[in-house]
């Protein structure tokens, strides 16, 4: 009787503290949620605020974002002025020992823009274009980041970080083999897209993004500008729209009518397609719909 | 009033000044939000002397200047300017302690709108319908309730919703403060009832947010208020608020937005002698209003809506308001610009007043003002 209640109390113990030492990490978007995962694995219980299908630039400040950030140890920001959101919820949620990871730390942003920057430009984001993880390779220094404050945070599992951050480089590796390949099928295609969110992914896979249905980012389309763009397609032959998942098909859908053009649904985001359900798988999705398009 | 301005100066010096005591690295956020309208009024009346009047209006300009002071404090003033000649006034000057306290505590000093249900915390640039309830404007003043006091929130989760419990202390005068009445009489009254001290009063709130499903969000609150609100004529009150709040948000294009109050009141007020030989009684007058609202987001940039509007008069026992209206808008870009249309029906007992209007209003705001909460 004795063995069992000193069983109990060693179990009651203990089981907490299994509990406690398991990181909470709360994510802007699902992709930095995605790595986050894949480096923490058992060690650490991942939420995305965003949704993959979710417009990451606009999301609500709810209360029970605020909770879930409220029981947190980290919380990885997207930056670059994307996430602007996650200031209120992070204030929100009272938490003051949470750990604020900017992810875009390192990232060599693109589209960094000069002169003065007003609304007249649209919602131009001041630091550069935030869609950086679109690149494998800031995918590697995301990693490193997040990693990193990991280990600042469980300095104890720091052997399994370095591990789970081996196994996300090593992977990363294995499929890039298999993205150049695809990415081979699809290099010089030009295609529109509706907001200016893959210059990091055509940088990368050699596509080229010749227009946005969008006449400034943030603007919703006008009929000027998609007269514009009809006849930009026809003269180029361009064939192809893609269209991130949370933006409307009407304009697309006139616009490809007019031209003969294929709308592409192009998810930016973890959990965005059926099929993207992990950072690696998202390229392959992208991939494989461009080169689908293509073929049409 | 001294000590007010003593505080608010003392604010602004907080938010937006090169402090005394350190250097700082960054400007605050500085915002400007503008509301112009185009009235059309009928101003009908029981005996036919409508006065029939088109007219522009600036009905308010608000400037918004916010920042942190520390990773666990951050402070924010809002000037209201009304009309384009005034009163200039400090709508909300109050620092806030973010974190590090314990049980998930804030605590926000200065003055601010009070959490007396969901709608009186919002600026009425939030507000599709325009107009601040009837119920709000007798029972908490034209401007709606601003107080000079404290806050102690915390936010608590119930399995994955949110419960937030707050309670407020501050001053009865508040009740009082607002009404853009800068008569002599009015301002004698106010300097009597420092000199007597001004009453402190007791205010607090519970709200409870569920995700009811990705697209689905409700929110429901109740709140109260207890004490002495003049402390010259020991005038007493007890008010309390039920409210809810359901959003359907299935996307960025489309939104269905939904909220209700109720608010009932009990108060003491002073009535008048019926002739020069009487004297003043104080008599209890307990009201109860309501309002509702109904917005539907379409195409992301346009949205349609009406709202129900009606209140019992919180110092005249026996008189009724009542207003319904329509409304619709245009952002052509979210956040930044509104253009809408309201037409609105109002009709009282109180001044034997009916009155049709139609308003455009232009509301434009310039800077990084932070996102609405829901």
């Known amino acids: 009787m004795k063995n069992i209640i000193a069983f109990a109390v060693v179990m009651l113990i203990a089981a907490p503290h299994g509990a406690v030492a398991k990181l909470r990490v709360v994510s802007s978007s699902t992709n930095l949620a995605s790595i986050a995962e894949i480096i923490g694995g058992d060690d650490v219980d991942v939420t995305s605020i965003a949704k993959g299908t979710a417009d990451p630039h606009n999301v609500e400040v709810l209360p029970s974002y605020m909770i879930k950030v409220k029981r947190a140890d980290i919380y990885l920001e997207v930056g670059l002025g994307l996430d602007l959101w996650a200031k209120q919820i992070i204030d929100g949620s009272r938490n003051s020992r949470l750990v604020i990871v900017n992810c875009s730390a390192g990232i060599p942003a693109l589209k960094v823009p000069t002169g003065k920057v007003d609304a007249s430009m649209g919602d131009v984001h001041p630091e550069g274009n935030p869609h950086y993880w679109l690149d494998p390779d800031n995918g590697v220094i995301i990693a490193r980041g997040i990693a990193a404050a990991f280990i600042a945070a469980d300095p104890k599992s720091e052997g399994k970080y370095n591990d789970g951050l081996q196994r996300f480089l090593t992977s990363l590796e294995s499929h890039r083999a298999r993205w150049n390949e695809k990415a081979a099928k699809i290099a010089g295609m030009k295609f529109i897209s509706f907001h200016d969110t893959w210059p990091y992914f055509e940088d990368e896979f050699g596509v080229d993004i010749v227009a946005f249905v969008e006449p400034k980012p943030g603007i919703e389309p006008t009929p000027s500008h998609t007269a514009h763009l009809i006849e930009l397609l026809n003269s180029m032959d361009v064939k192809v729209i893609g269209v991130e998942p949370y933006y409307s098909h009407r304009t697309p859908e006139t616009i490809a009518r007019a031209t003969g053009a294929t709308v592409v649904d192009l998810p930016p985001s973890v959990g965005g397609a059926q099929g993207a359900d992990d950072y690696f798988s998202l390229f392959d999705v992208l991939l494989d719909r461009l080169s689908e398009a293509k073929g049409q | ?374």
Do not use: C
């Open chain 2, 1 to 374: 009033m001294d000590i007010r301005i003593r505080f608010i100066t003392m604010a602004i010096v907080l938010a937006t000044s090169v402090s005394a005591f350190a250097q700082t690295m960054s400007n605050p956020d500085i915002s400007v939000i503008a509301d112009t309208r185009a009235v059309y009024r009928t101003d009908e009346t029981a005996k036919g002397l409508g006065v029939r009047s088109t007219r522009f209006e600036f009905a308010e300009s608000e400037l918004n200047i916010g920042a942190y002071l520390n990773p666990y404090m951050r402070a924010d003033v809002a000037f209201g300017l009304h009309g384009v000649e005034g009163p200039f006034e400090i709508e909300e000057a109050s620092v806030k302690i973010l974190r590090g306290l314990p049980f998930s505590l804030q605590i926000e000093a200065g003055q601010y709108f009070l959490d007396f249900g969901r709608i009186n915390q919002q600026h009425s640039h939030q507000w599709a319908w325009i107009e601040r309830p009837l119920m709000h404007r007798t029972m908490l003043g034209e401007e709606g309730l601003r107080t000079l006091g404290a806050n102690l929130s915390t936010l608590q989760a119930i399995g994955d919703n949110a419960l937030t419990i707050s309670v407020n202390a501050f001053n009865g005068d508040a009740f009082a403060a607002h009404d853009h009445d800068h008569s002599e009489e009015t301002q004698t009254e106010d300097v009597t009832n420092e000199i007597a001290g001004a009453p402190i009063m007791y205010a607090g709130s519970i709200s409870l947010f569920r995700e009811m499903s990705d697209a689905t969000n409700m929110d429901i609150g109740g709140s109260w208020i207890a004490g002495e609100y003049d402390a010259v004529e020991n005038l007493n009150l007890l008010m309390g608020t039920a409210n809810v709040k359901v959003k359907w948000r299935p996307d960025k294009y489309r939104a269905v937005d939904w909220v209700i109050e109720t608010a009932f009141s009990d108060r003491d007020v002073v009535l008048e002698p019926e002739d020069s030989t009487g004297s003043e009684t104080i008599d209890k007058v307990q009201a109860t209003g309501v309002f509702s609202a109904l917005q539907v987001r379409f195409r992301r940039l346009w949205d349609v809506g009406g709202f129900v509007d009606y209140t019992q008069d919180a110092s005249i026992d026996g008189m009724e308001t009542s207003a319904f209206g329509f409304f619709a808008g245009f952002m052509p870009a979210e956040e930044t610009a509104r253009i809408s249309i309201v037409v609105r029906r109002e009709t009282s007992d109180l001044v034997d007043f009916d009155d049709t209007s139609a308003t455009i209003q232009f509301l434009w705001a310039l800077g990084p003002h932070r996102p609405h909460q829901f």
